[in-house]
């Protein structure tokens, strides 16, 4: 998929993590990262706060490093960058160890399971160099085996997440209300600098009480066996590329478009984007051979993938929608909305960029009742 | 209205999003009231904290709460047991 480059309206700092983000796929994108990155007026603080905030220091890590820019940085941030990138390989490592472990348990009592999201991506869509940054290890089961998945979980010394959390009651509660996750679980480990590993088990491509929903059973009937790594002859299960595909731009949508994602600081950021466009530039004929389309109109989904695919094609400058050939279809009017909670729709006076970009999100919102058509 | 009453409503108020009704319609469903999955957990933790009260695992369902009426019940209920 081809794209032009983006412009600059949003400051270096922002375009050089936006093309990171989209992934580096000719010389031209290169040398315009390289161009923002040695400019005398690129302001490292913005920078190193923003892919903080995108998890993406990692790799603006590796970036820097496999393009020979060591002595184009600033002393001091570049030996703080490589040390992130190597401790993010390390983490990777232990994700890595874990998910077999839990992977082989789930197995061995005949569960069907993927791992999603970031253990799944790191090895594939970042080509196994530690630059995909990850905080827990994420697994999709179906929801007949919620009960059997917490029984081998706690078997395997993991415990409930609502323990190790900020506000334990409000985990709790939110848990039990909203069944398309086990609770969070979490298991210490005796690994320096790693206190706990997280597990977060879905139940559901999308979440509780959706409007928008594909069958899970549907999703794990047929998978796929990815290697593992630096671990010979092993493997992980993953979703094949349609369902990848959906689930990824899916649970994208989740985050972007319902407001308690705003509100808890935890909504979309660079790389959830970044893994869209990947996946569409890893697989464009699986995707485009009429399958994927199929399954979007049998389950009533192409509105929420057409919206996320909009705003990925307007933040970074993309043609998704017209490689999915997609570019007519959804509902004009939740196409247009930018978020809703159950009967409110909450208008960002802003783009997609420009959410991405704020630091404070929450106060770009703006209440106002779904009849006012907004 | 008795202080319980007081309390819950203004517990109630402070969640809902669709402005702030001078009275409480306890037979109207809380979501017309603008009361979403994340308010739900909110207004469910005001009320423990407001009355000293801990909603066991099968209270926590869309059934509770699902109007004001619902949600008051299980909250007198609660605080009965609590006494006895």
Redesign the interface.
């Known amino acids: 998929m081809t794209r032009p480059l983006p412009d600059r309206s949003l400051g270096p700092e922002w375009t050089i993590l936006e093309l990171l983000a989209r992934g580096i796929v000719n010389d031209s994108e290169r040398q315009m990262v390289r161009d923002l990155l040695v400019a005398e007026t690129l302001n490292w603080g913005e920078l190193l706060e923003q892919a903080l905030r995108h998890k993406m220091v990692p790799m603006l890590a590796h970036h820097i490093i496999s393009n020979d820019l060591r002595f184009d940085v600033p002393t001091s941030i570049y030996l703080h960058l490589e040390s992130a990138l190597e401790w993010n390989r390390f983490q990777i490592q232990v994700y890595r160890r874990e998910a077999v472990c839990v992977a082989q348990a789930l197995a061995g009592r005949g569960i069907h399971f993927v791992v999603t999201k970031g253990i799944a991506f790191e090895s594939t869509l970042y080509g196994g160099l530690g630059t995909r940054f990850m905080n827990d290890v994420d697994f999709m089961i179906a929801p007949r085996d919620r009960e059997l998945v917490l029984s081998v979980m706690t078997e395997l010394g993991f415990r409930t997440f609502f323990e190790y959390a900020k506000d334990a009651?409000?985990e709790e509660?939110?848990s039990?209300?909203?069944p398309d996750h086990l609770p969070k679980l979490a298991r210490t480990i005796d690994e320096p600098g790693i206190k706990t590993i997280q597990i977060d088990v879905a139940n559901s491509l999308t979440w509780?009480?959706s409007p928008f929903d594909v069958s899970v059973e549907e999703a794990l009937a047929d998978r796929r066996d990815q290697p593992v790594p630096g671990m010979s002859g092993v493997t992980l299960p993953c979703f094949r590329p349609n369902y990848q595909f959906l689930f990824t731009v899916l649970h994208l949508f989740r985050e972007a478009w319902l407001?308690?994602f705003v509100?808890?600081g935890s909504d979309v950021g660079l790389m959830k984007f970044g893994d869209v466009i990947r996946l569409i530039d890893r697989d464009p004929k699986e995707l485009t051979d009429g399958e994927l389309l199929r399954i979007m109109e049998t389950h009533n989904v192409t509105d929420p993938i057409a919206w996320v695919l909009r705003r990925t094609d307007e933040t970074f400058h993309t043609g998704t929608l017209e490689v999915l050939g997609l570019e007519e279809r959804g509902d004009e009017q939740l196409l247009a909305s930018q978020m809703q909670?159950?009967?409110?729709v909450n208008a960002l006076g802003t783009s997609m960029r420009e959410r991405l970009q704020s630091k404070s999100r929450g106060s770009l919102l703006q209440?106002v009742?779904a009849h006012s058509g907004s | 209205m008795d202080d319980i009453t007081t309390q819950f409503e203004e517990a109630l108020r402070r969640h809902l999003r669709s402005g702030k009704p001078n009275a409480i319609n306890y037979d109207m469903e809380l979501v017309q009231l603008g009361l979403d999955s994340m308010t739900a957990v909110a207004v469910l933790l005001e009320m423990e904290k407001t009355f000293n009260i801990r909603f066991p695992d099968e209270m926590l369902v869309e059934g509770t709460f699902r109007t004001a009426g619902k949600l008051k019940e299980a909250v007198q209920m609660l605080r009965e047991r609590q006494a006895a």
Do not use: E, H, M, T
Request: glycine share 6%; no cysteine; aromatic share 10%.
């Open positions: 009651r409000r509660i939110s039990r209300l909203n509780a009480k407001q308690k509100d808890f909670s159950k009967g409110y209440a009742p």
